[in-house]
């Protein structure tokens, strides 16, 4: 938790922006797993984190009251009978004191609180809840039909969310850089421990211990794979075999909830093939020139179009497309090799307020989302702003069932050679991922280097297999 001042000018600047009405800020709530005592590891909602910084498994409800320019701390003390299980606990008192609010109440009077708000016909914003206990709980606080809940969300209160968490602060800086830094050793640790004959779940189990070690664990589920064309794969039984890549996005979460987020894509045998290379070399210039372009300013989608045009250009030069880079970019030809977006925000959630809707966070009235296959799954696409937090993270994959239907239904012949392109089914995919902050002038990459050309993961790799050996 930051000093109370951090979370006192946070509630403060939010009042200012939002002048009338109240904000109910439910916390997450204990997820069990298989029975009500075994749950899955408590994760504090981001919003009620960001502007209360209370990060216990515990009943709490935080009111923001914009008139009076009031906070209000509900929550339940907990009983004799939890601290003989828990041991000792904050009373909600004295979690009020931290964050910096004077008044806390019992949490059986938010009810009565929010009926008399409603009978006064207060305006109460709320954010889309995405627990179904939390919907259950709007609803049933706010008279509101459950079907209804996230409809009736306070669009008002998202923007103004979006725009103070957009923008991260020198304190949230030092937290994101020190996670980087987790997840730079978690890569390292892939690097020295992957080689042939292991399964990908040991390497995995490798790597969460290092976020466990160094934070309150992953920052969500390892992507670990040969099969790294599946984007988001989830499966670590394969065997690791030589002459394959293996794809590892991962990332770490701070125990203030900062997240971090890389990819790096590594030859199982240590050593890159000619053709692993020239995929790769592809890759990572889209990488390094999106970190060249990325500056306040600049709408993401111009980054994100020219890391487009940069993987049709060199995919081109391989004779896997055909035509001007450029147009295939611009048209979505490009999106059978890279179908995703060049990245999004990051903070307290690995894609930042993703839960206030991608559309309020990374577009704006200016910049809407793209309707052409690949580009509408950028998820941030508006003018970078001095502290923004955004991934960089181009990739190329050969996804059969891609490959297939799009040869089937003729799609892009003037730019595609899928004659070319069939020679690479079995080849995986390539991700090079890291996490920039936009500074006044530009941008740098939070963590210490993590390396990333050809010739720095071999070296990694090389020392680790020597070092086994002795
Ligand atoms: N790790 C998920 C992503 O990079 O978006
Ligand atoms: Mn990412
Ligand atoms: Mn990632």
Redesign the pocket.
């Known amino acids: 938790m930051f000093n109370k001042a951090i979370y006192i000018n946070r509630r403060e600047r939010l009042c200012n922006n939002m002048k009338k009405g109240i904000a109910f800020f439910p916390c997450n709530n204990e997820a069990p797993m298989s029975y009500p005592a075994n749950c899955y590891r408590f994760r504090q909602d981001s919003t009620f984190n960001y502007f209360f910084g209370l990060l216990e498994p515990m009943r709490l409800a935080g009111i923001i009251d914009f008139d009076k320019k009031e906070t209000i701390l509900f929550g339940e003390d907990y009983s004799i009978d939890d601290i003989i299980w828990m041991g000792p606990q904050p009373t909600i008192k004295e979690l009020a004191e931290r964050s910096g609010i004077t008044e806390s109440r019992p949490y059986d009077q938010l009810a009565s609180y929010l009926q008399q708000a409603l009978k006064e016909k207060r305006e109460i914003h709320y954010l889309p809840p995405y627990r179904h206990d939390n919907q259950i709980l709007v609803s049933k606080l706010l008279n509101i039909n459950i079907d209804d809940v996230n409809a009736k969300a306070s669009q008002a209160l998202i923007h103004e969310v979006v725009e103070l968490r957009a923008v991260k602060g020198e304190e949230e800086i030092e937290e994101m850089e020190k996670i980087c830094n987790v997840g730079r050793e978690m890569q390292l640790t892939a690097m020295r421990t992957c080689r042939a004959g292991l399964i990908e779940q040991q390497v995995t189990g490798a790597v969460e211990g290092v976020a466990i070690a160094g934070g309150e664990g992953t920052s969500?589920a390892t992507?670990l794979s040969q099969n790294g064309q599946t984007l988001?794969n989830p499966y670590h039984r394969g065997r690791l075999t030589n002459g394959r890549l293996l794809l590892v996005?991962?990332?770490a979460e701070s125990h203030s909830g900062y997240s971090s987020?890389y990819?790096r894509t590594i030859p199982v045998s240590g050593k890159f093939t000619k053709r692993q290379k020239a995929i790769y070399e592809i890759v990572l210039r889209a990488n390094l020139e999106s970190i060249g372009m990325a500056r306040p300013g600049i709408p993401y989608w111009d980054v994100h179009l020219n890391a487009c045009t940069i993987i049709a250009e060199g995919l081109t030069q391989l004779g896997l497309m055909k035509g001007d880079p450029k147009e295939a970019a611009k048209a979505g030809a490009h999106a059978l090799f890279m179908p995703?977006g060049l990245?999004?925000m990051l903070g307290l959630d690995?894609?930042d307020m993703e839960n206030l809707g991608e559309n309020n966070v990374g577009y704006d009235n200016e910049i809407s989302r793209s309707k052409i296959f690949g580009h509408a799954s950028l998820?941030c696409g508006r003018r970078l702003k001095p502290g923004f937090i955004v991934?960089v993270?181009p990739g190329i994959y050969f996804i059969p069932e891609l490959i297939e239907q799009w040869e089937r239904e003729g799609k892009f012949t003037e730019y595609i050679n899928y004659r070319e392109v069939r020679k690479y089914i079995g080849f995986g995919g390539i991700?090079i991922?890291d996490d920039i902050l936009i500074t006044e002038d530009g941008c740098r990459v939070l963590g210490k280097p993590l390396p990333k050309s050809v010739a720095s993961v071999e070296a990694v790799m090389r020392a680790a297999a020597k070092a086994r050996q002795k």
Do not use: P, Q
């Open positions: 969500f992507i988001h996005d991962l990332g987020d990819t995703h990245g999004h690995t894609h998820r991934t993270e991700r991922e």
